[in-house]
């Protein structure tokens, strides 16, 4: 057996009681014949690997071999290999920076690497509704004949796992680039540490309960003075290399700035499993992995309900967070936990996972009301009037986007559609706009630049605000995505429930990937 490098076990609650067994007994049957059919050669191209969890033993299956795995005291162990280990590169360094990933487009999991596959897959099968096989598409994989687009997320694999992750301003080293990488649930703690948040448990680094993540000490420097005000700023479904090397060219001029007064992780910080959207945000906001704070995927099921959990429509962003855990925090609740009330005033701008937030966008619309909506995004500041009219996506983000600015921009001043605000201690601005173009066009295209250079621009607007404000310089922030995002193959296309079916299978697949066996194909929706 092989003892691998620690990942952190679980701290805290996970789901509503202890983790899972994994996979019960009576769909063991139907599981294997899925297995069988999903690791067959036919599948390959678009399948990379299964994911399951059995008494408690992880196992990923490929067509070219397996490995099996568990958990001990601080860390992971294998149990079994057979053929060629589909997790045997776990490093989180390949394919950067931009050259590299150009230089090996979509590649065969033999020569891709899966970062803390461990500790990400583990932490999945924690939660009583993950599904009892997660299917892992391929880089190749294009979804085109399920709805998809050419720029994809939601695999293990380190492009479509690698964020873009820079941290700056007051109380944070100003190294530049370094060749290093992060997790997404070490972002809340070291938010939290940086301002001076308390601790829940003596001096441990502990922010948050059933925390994940851990605080990275080594980017910080505090000892001259912590920062009055963090702002975090999120690049939606940004590629983490198209960012840095825009950056390098200086078509990122606002992110520029903020590097040269910080440290940016080359390698970038890693999204938990599966690396999706709301999943992904719960975690950076609140430190703990999907499975362990309950928001599982864009959609999943959930056997102790008999529904559907779908989190990721317009009618459903308002209220996604009904689905957290009990006890899950955010870092507003660390800052409420820590400040006294009159200097622990915290806004959501534009963000669904707004848990504990004073202010959030999504108030609005579960009061019933809606802000000011431009009817169009025609002649928007700070938006690239080429993309606009072919791609409503591109529209419709950049309406989303120019709503986001208003209200930052208008926090930071004091004031805001008839209202006046305090100074926020921590101030989070979602920007959507590069997941819509990087989908559409993939992470390399004009689309793609077109809109890094749009949000770079708006992110600019809210560094000319806080100077406005007079508070620039005693500010912290943190640039992040929520995943990265990979270009695929437009010929290697495929579904493989039609395999499944075809075997006589009957199932659920939530979200694409997450299988639940033997259950019916219409349920009520949570």
């Known amino acids: 057996m092989t003892t691998l490098r620690p990942g952190p076990a679980p701290s805290g609650d996970v789901g509503s009681g202890p983790a899972p067994a994994g996979l019960a007994p009576e769909r063991e049957e139907a599981a294997a014949r899925a297995l069988e059919v999903l690791t067959d050669a036919a599948l390959d191209p678009v399948v990379d690997m299964v994911l399951c969890c059995r008494d408690g033993v992880y196992e990923a299956a490929a067509h070219t071999g397996r490995v099996v795995f568990r958990r001990v005291d601080g860390g992971y162990e294998r149990l079994e290999v057979e053929g060629e280990d589909p997790l045997a590169d776990q490093s989180p360094e390949r394919f950067s920076p931009l050259a590299a990933e150009l230089a090996a487009l979509h590649p065969h999991r033999r020569d891709n690497a899966y970062p803390n596959a461990f500790e990400t897959v583990a932490q999945l099968f924690d939660h009583p509704a993950a599904p009892d096989l997660c299917v892992i598409h391929s880089a190749a994989h294009n979804w085109e004949d399920q709805g998809g687009h050419r720029g994809e997320h939601g695999s293990l694999d380190v492009v479509q796992a690698r964020a873009p992750f820079v941290i700056a301003g007051r109380g944070v080293r100003a190294d530049g680039f370094v060749a290093a990488a992060a997790r997404l649930v070490d972002v809340a703690p070291t938010v939290a540490h940086l301002l001076g948040c308390r601790p829940l448990d003596g001096d441990d680094g502990t922010y948050l309960p059933g925390q994940d993540g851990r605080v990275l000490l080594e980017v910080l420097d505090v000892e001259g003075g912590r920062p009055r005000l963090v702002v975090g700023v999120l690049f939606d479904g940004t590629n983490a ?258 395999a499944l079916r075809d075997a006589g299978l009957t199932f659920r697949d939530e979200g694409y990937g997450f299988l639940y066996l033997g259950e019916p194909a219409e349920v009520e929706r949570a």
């Open 241 to 498: 290399n198209v960012l840095y090397d825009m950056v390098r060219r200086g078509e990122a001029p606002n992110v520029a700035r903020l590097v040269e007064r910080g440290t940016a992780f080359e390698h970038g910080a890693l999204s938990s499993l599966p690396t999706v959207t709301l999943a992904n945000h719960t975690s950076i906001l609140t430190g703990r992995h999907p499975g362990h704070h309950g928001i599982l995927h864009n959609a999943w099921y959930d056997r102790r309900t008999g529904r559907q959990v779908v989190t990721n429509s317009s009618a459903t962003w308002p209220t996604a967070m009904r689905h957290v855990e009990g006890g899950t925090e955010s870092i507003h609740h660390a800052v409420h936990r820590s400040f006294p009330h009159d200097a622990a005033f915290s806004a959501s701008v534009n963000e669904p996972a707004d848990l504990g937030a004073d202010y959030s966008t999504f108030d609005f619309f579960r009061r019933g009301e809606v802000p000011p909506i431009p009817r169009s995004a025609e002649g928007l500041p700070h938006t690239s009037e080429r993309f606009v009219r072919p791609s409503k996506d591109y529209a419709w983000s950049s309406i989303v986007d120019h709503m986001g600015i208003d209200q930052a921009c208008g926090i930071i001043s004091g004031h805001y559609r008839d209202a006046s605000y305090p100074l926020p201690r921590f101030l989070w601005v979602n920007f959507t706009l590069t997941d819509a173009a990087m989908h559409e066009g993939g992470p390399h295209s004009e689309i793609a630049a077109a809109a890094v250079r749009d949000c770079d621009a708006r992110l600019g607007e809210v560094l000319a605000a806080l100077e406005r404000r007079g508070v620039l310089d005693d500010c912290a922030f943190v640039l992040v995505a929520d995943h990265g995002m990979e270009e695929t193959n437009p010929e290697v296309r495929g579904d493989w429930d039609v």
